[in-house]
C-alpha cells in the first residue's frame, strides 16, 4: 500500500488491520465458497506492506484460476480502500536488439501485470524519470512509450515509468538503458587506382550490424563484397565513389577509385595500394584506430611524405562526446577523459593526430564551460588537470615535435586556416581561469599546479619550491589571481623562431599568471632545468606571444628583463609602457626600446615646440602689417600648440594605460582630446597650404580680407577636427567600442574600426599638401621677379611657406606612411622602431623648418635686441642723434637694404614684416 508505515498498524484493533482482514475474508468467501482463516496477517515499511497466509477449508482444493482471482479481487477490495503501489517484476522494453549512440528509439512501458490483476483503473496519468538526471532533450511521449532522438552517451542510465490512478495508486516500471558506440565500418580499398583493363574486388564489413555496398549512382548491391570492373567509355582520370552503407542507419564509409589508362601503376603497395606519380595513396589505420594514412607515389616509385591521421578509437568517441556536453554532463565526461587517459596515455602520446583530437576535446569543454556560464567544481578541474598533464611527459616530446614542425610547413595564406597545436593546447589553460569558479582552489597534480587566491597588495608567493612570483603593486581592489605552473610544459612549446629552426629551449617551469585586475610589474624567480648534452648558456626572460609568426606564436622578450641569474636561478622582470606607434598600428609590440624611443623623443619634440611658440611671441607684433605673413604665423602658432597639447595627452593617455587601476572614463577622454588635436595638427598643415596656394594664383593685393582668411583658418583648423571627433566618439562609445578592448587609451580597431577616423583624414591631408605644393612651386618658378616693395615682401612670405611645406609635408608623409606599415605588419618591430623614432621629431622639424630658417626671424630677434638696448641708453641718458647715427649704420653695414625691416628714429616702436 501507497501509505507511510505506522508500527501501530500490527494492532489488531487498529482501522488499517481491520480493514485489510475483513477485505481478504470476504472476498476468499464469496469466490471459494467456503470457510477461510487469515494467518499471520502483519505489515512493515516499504512504504506498506500487508505479508498473511490464507487457510480455506474444503474438501477440493480450490483450482488455480480461482485462487488468483480471489488475489485480484482482494487485491482491487483494498485498492478502493487505501493507494496501493505494484511494481513490476519485468524490464521496459527498448524496440531493437541492440541501442547505439545515434539511434532513434522507444521505450515502452508494459502495464500487464497491472491488467492481469482486474484492476479497473478509469482515468490514469504516467511519467518518465531517470534516475541520473533530466530526460533526452527533444523527448516525445505517446501513451505508454517515450520517443528518443539521436540516443547518445549521457542518455545512458536507468529509466521508469509511473503510472497513477485512482486515489493515487501507482504501477512502477523500469530498466536500465546503456549504448554502445557504432562499430568501425572497414572497407577495402579506402582509395585505389584501377586500369581500365583490369577490375578491383570492394568488400566492406562491420561488427554486429549488417551492411551493403551502393554504387557511384546509389544503387543498393546488396552485398558487402563486390568485383568492380570498368565499363568499356572507361576514361583516364575518372573518379568513382562506392559507399559502405549501414543497413537502416545514415553510417557509411567511402571507396573512391581512381581510373587509369596506363599499363603499369608508378608505385604499388600494400598499404596505400596502386597510384601514379603525383597521385596520394590511402590506407587503413591500425586495429582500434580511426581514420586514415596517406602518401604521395613519387617518381622513385616508392609512397613518401607519409601522413598519419589515425585517432585512437576511445578518444573519438569521447570527442563527439565532447560536443553535446552540459552543465550535468560535464563532471560525468571529464570523469571518463581521466579514466581514458591514464589507460591508454602511451597510445595517445605516440600518436600527433590523436594530441589533435585531444586538444580539440579540452577545447569544446572550454567553450562549453564558457558560454553556458559553467564553473567546474573541484573533481571535475582536477580531472581536467590530470588528464591534460599526461599530455605533456618527456615520452610525449617527439609528437609535440612533430606537430610544431608541421605547424609551420602547412602555413596557408588563409589567416583562419593558420593554427598552432602547442599554442592552442596552452590557450586552453589562459582561458581555463574563466570556468573554474569564483572562491579560492588549491590543486596540486603530477604535472600541473592550479592555485587560485586573492590578490594581495603587494603580492608575493613560491609554487613547489621552484617558481616565486612577485607582483609590487596591484591597486587597492581587492580580486583573485590564477597561477598554474606546468612541471613539463618544455616538451610542448617549441624554441621557436620565424624558421622553426631555433635550439633554444625552455629551462625552466613554465609560469601562466592570470589577475583580474591588470598589473604592469611582476617579477618571477624559477629554478633552471638543465637536460643531458642541453645545459643553459645566456638566458633570456620570455612570455608566449600568440601573435608571433603568422599566428603560430612564439617566444618574445618584449618588455621582459634578466635581473640575475646565479646559482641556477634566474630571476625576471616584465612590464609594459604605451608606444607611439600605437597611434596608427592596431597592435603595439611591447618593447623598452620603443618605450625609449617614444617617451625621450616626446620630450625632446615638446621642448622644441615650447621654443617655437615663444619665439612666435616674442615676434609677434613684427608680423602685423602683412596678411600672408601673419596668416603664416598664425598657421605655425596653431600647429606648434595642436602637435604640443597631443603630446601631453599622448602622456596623460600612457598613464592612464600603465596604471594598475584602469579608468575607462579617464581613458575615453583621453583618447578623445589626443584624436582631436593630432587632427587639428594636419587641419592646420592643410591651412596652411591653401593659404599658400591661394595667395599664389590671387592678386597680391585683392581677395579676401584678413579677418576673412582667420575665420576660414581656425573653421577649418578647429571646426573639422571637432567635428570628426565628436561623430566618431558618438558612434562607438554607446556600444563600448571607441577605446582599445585592453584599455589602452587610443582608439579601437578590431570592433568598430575607429581608428580610420584618424588615419583617412590624416593621410589625405598629406596627399592633398603634396598636390598643392606641386603647383605652387611650379606658379613660383615660372613668375618672374619684380613688383614693388609690398610685393617683393609678399613673395618672400611665398618662398617662406613654400620651403616650410616642401620640408614638412615629404617628412609627414614619411612619418604617416611608416603608420601604414605598422598597419599592414603590425608585428614588424622595425617598422615600429623608425615610426616611433620620426613621429617623436615632428615637434623638431616644425622648429626648424617652420621658425627657424626664416632669415627674416632671426632679423626680427637681432632688432628687437638692438631696440631694447637703444631704449636701455636712452632711459640713462637721454636721446643722442650721434648713438641713433651710429646704430643705423651699424644695421645697414650689417644688413643691407634687403632686410625688410624698419626701425622708427624714436627707438619706441618697432616694426617687422616676415
Known amino acids: ?18 480493514t485489510i482482514e475483513n477485505a481478504i475474508l470476504s472476498k476468499c468467501t464469496s469466490i471459494l465458497q467456503t470457510n477461510c482463516t487469515i494467518k499471520n496477517l502483519s505489515f512493515k515499511a516499504g512504504s506498506t506492506i500487508a505479508n498473511y497466509e490464507l487457510n480455506v477449508f474444503s474438501s477440493e482444493t480450490p483450482t488455480e484460476i480461482k485462487v488468483q482471482i480471489t488475489k485480484n479481487e482482494i487485491l482491487s477490495e483494498v485498492a478502493s480502500k487505501y493507494p496501493i503501489s505494484i511494481v513490476s517484476s519485468k524490464q521496459l522494453s527498448v524496440d531493437g536488439a541492440l541501442l547505439y549512440v545515434g539511434d532513434s528509439i522507444k521505450v515502452t512501458c508494459d502495464p500487464s501485470d497491472l491488467t492481469s490483476t482486474g484492476l479497473t483503473i478509469g482515468k490514469y496519468s504516467i511519467l518518465w524519470t531517470r534516475k541520473e538526471g533530466a530526460l533526452p532533450k527533444q523527448s516525445t511521449f505517446d501513451q505508454y512509450s517515450i520517443l528518443i532522438p539521436k540516443f547518445s552517451k549521457y542518455d545512458d542510465g536507468k529509466y521508469e515509468c509511473t503510472i497513477t490512478w485512482g486515489a493515487g495508486s501507482t504501477f512502477r516500471q523500469s530498466g536500465q538503458l546503456t549504448s554502445k558506440t557504432l562499430p568501425l565500418i572497414t572497407v577495402s580499398p579506402i582509395k585505389d587506382t584501377v586500369k581500365c583493363s583490369g577490375s578491383k574486388e570492394l568488400t566492406c564489413r562491420v561488427d554486429e550490424l549488417t551492411a551493403t555496398l551502393i554504387s557511384p549512382s546509389g544503387e543498393d548491391l546488396g552485398v558487402t563484397s563486390y568485383i568492380y570492373t570498368p565499363s568499356p567509355s572507361c576514361a583516364d582520370g575518372d573518379v568513382l565513389t562506392f559507399k559502405c552503407k549501414l543497413k537502416e542507419r545514415d553510417s557509411a564509409k567511402e571507396i573512391t577509385l581512381v581510373l587509369t589508362t596506363k599499363l603499369e601503376f608508378d608505385c604499388t603497395s600494400d598499404i596505400y595500394g596502386n597510384a601514379v606519380i603525383g597521385d596520394i595513396g590511402v590506407g587503413k589505420c591500425d586495429p582500434n584506430y580511426e581514420g586514415e594514412k596517406t602518401a604521395v607515389c613519387q617518381p622513385d616509385g616508392k609512397y613518401g611524405d607519409e601522413q598519419d591521421y589515425c585517432v585512437l578509437q576511445v578518444i573519438v568517441e569521447l570527442l563527439g562526446r565532447s560536443q553535446n556536453l552540459n552543465e550535468l554532463t560535464i563532471p560525468v565526461f571529464l570523469e ?10 602511451n597510445d595517445i602520446i605516440e600518436s600527433p593526430a590523436t594530441l589533435i583530437a585531444m586538444i580539440k ?23 581536467f588537470l590530470e588528464s591534460a598533464g599526461l599530455l605533456t611527459i618527456d615520452d610525449a616530446r617527439g609528437s609535440w615535435g612533430f606537430l610544431n614542425y608541421n605547424d609551420t610547413r602547412n602555413t596557408t595564406e588563409d589567416e583562419l586556416l593558420r593554427n598552432s597545436s602547442s599554442a592552442s593546447f596552452l590557450n586552453v589553460f589562459e582561458n581555463l581561469p574563466k570556468f573554474i569558479g569564483n572562491d579560492s582552489l588549491d590543486i596540486n597534480t603530477d604535472f600541473i599546479i592550479l592555485n587560485k587566491t586573492r590578490l594581495t597588495d603587494p603580492f608575493n608567493s613560491v609554487y613547489n619550491s621552484s617558481v616565486e612570483i612577485e607582483i609590487p603593486q596591484v591597486g587597492g581592489e581587492e580580486k583573485f589571481i590564477t597561477i598554474i605552473i606546468f612541471a613539463s610544459m618544455y616538451n610542448v612549446l617549441p624554441g621557436r623562431d620565424e624558421l622553426n629552426t631555433s635550439s633554444s629551449r625552455v629551462h625552466g617551469r613554465v609560469a601562466l599568471v592570470s589577475p583580474e585586475v591588470e598589473i604592469s610589474n611582476i617579477s618571477l624567480t624559477f629554478d633552471v632545468i638543465n637536460y643531458t648534452n642541453f645545459t643553459i648558456g645566456n638566458p633570456k626572460c620570455v612570455f608566449w606571444d600568440f601573435n608571433l609568426y603568422d599566428g603560430l606564436g612564439g617566444w618574445s622578450d618584449d618588455g ?4 640575475y641569474f646565479e646559482n641556477e636561478t634566474v630571476s625576471c622582470n616584465c612590464n609594459h609602457t604605451t608606444s607611439f606607434s600605437i597611434l596608427m598600428s592596431p597592435d603595439s609590440p611591447r618593447s623598452l626600446i620603443l618605450d625609449f624611443i617614444t617617451y625621450i623623443g616626446v620630450g625632446i619634440s615638446m621642448a622644441c615646440l615650447v621654443i617655437c611658440l615663444i619665439i612666435e611671441a616674442v615676434i609677434w607684433r613684427k608680423i602685423n602689417k602683412n596678411a600672408t605673413s601673419y596668416l603664416r604665423h598664425v598657421s605655425i602658432v596653431n600647429i606648434a600648440l595642436s602637435l604640443l597639447i597631443a603630446n601631453i595627452w599622448f602622456i596623460i593617455g600612457a598613464a592612464i594605460s600603465d596604471a594598475d587601476q584602469k579608468n575607462p572614463p579617464a581613458c575615453t577622454a583621453a583618447t578623445f582630446f589626443i584624436h582631436f588635436f593630432y587632427l587639428a595638427l594636419f587641419f592646420w598643415m592643410l591651412a596652411s597650404a591653401l593659404l599658400l596656394l591661394y595667395r599664389t594664383l590671387s592678386v597680391f593685393d585683392g581677395g579676401l580680407s584678413k579677418l ?20 566618431t566618439i558618438a558612434s562607438t562609445a554607446p556600444s563600448n567600442q571607441y577605446i582599445r578592448e585592453n584599455v589602452v587609451c587610443w582608439l579601437n580597431w578590431y570592433e568598430s574600426k575607429a581608428l580610420l577616423a584618424f588615419v583617412i583624414p590624416a593621410l589625405m591631408i598629406v596627399g592633398i599638401n603634396f598636390i598643392i605644393l606641386i603647383v605652387v612651386l611650379y606658379k613660383i618658378l615660372r613668375r618672374r621677379v619684380g613688383g614693388n616693395a609690398s610685393q617683393t615682401g609678399e613673395k618672400h612670405v611665398l618662398y617662406v611657406i613654400a620651403r616650410s611645406l616642401a620640408v614638412l609635408t615629404p617628412f609627414f608623409g614619411l612619418t604617416w606612411g611608416l603608420g601604414i606599415g605598422t598597419m599592414v605588419d603590425p608585428k614588424n618591430f622595425g617598422i615600429h622602431v623608425a615610426f616611433a623614432f620620426f613621429n617623436s621629431l615632428q615637434g623638431f622639424f616644425i622648429l626648424v623648418f617652420g621658425t627657424l630658417l626664416d632669415k627674416k626671424v632671426w632679423s626680427a630677434m637681432n632688432i628687437r635686441s638692438l631696440t631694447s638696448q637703444g631704449r636701455t641708453q636712452s632711459t640713462s641718458a637721454g636721446t643722442s642723434s650721434s648713438g641713433l647715427s651710429n646704430l643705423f649704420r651699424r644695421i645697414k653695414i650689417n644688413r643691407g637694404s634687403r632686410s625688410g625691416y624698419h626701425v622708427s628714429s624714436s627707438g619706441q616702436s618697432d616694426s617687422f614684416n616676415t
Request: overall charge negative; charged content about 15%; some cysteine.
Open 361 to 383: 576535446i579540452f577545447e569544446n569543454v572550454a567553450n562549453t564551460s564558457t558560454s553556458l556560464q559553467i564553473n567546474l567544481e573541484r573533481n571535475s578541474t582536477r580531472n
Open 1 to 18: 500500500m501507497d501509505m507511510t508505515f505506522e508500527e501501530s498498524f500490527n494492532d489488531k484493533n487498529n482501522q488499517v488491520y481491520k
Open 708 to 727: 576673412a582668411m582667420l575665420i576660414i583658418g581656425f573653421s577649418l583648423g578647429y571646426g573639422a577636427p571637432l567635428i570628426i571627433a565628436t561623430i
Open 336 to 345: 571518463d577523459l581521466k579514466n581514458a587517459t591514464v589507460q591508454n596515455n
Open 560 to 563: 621582459c628583463s634578466l635581473v
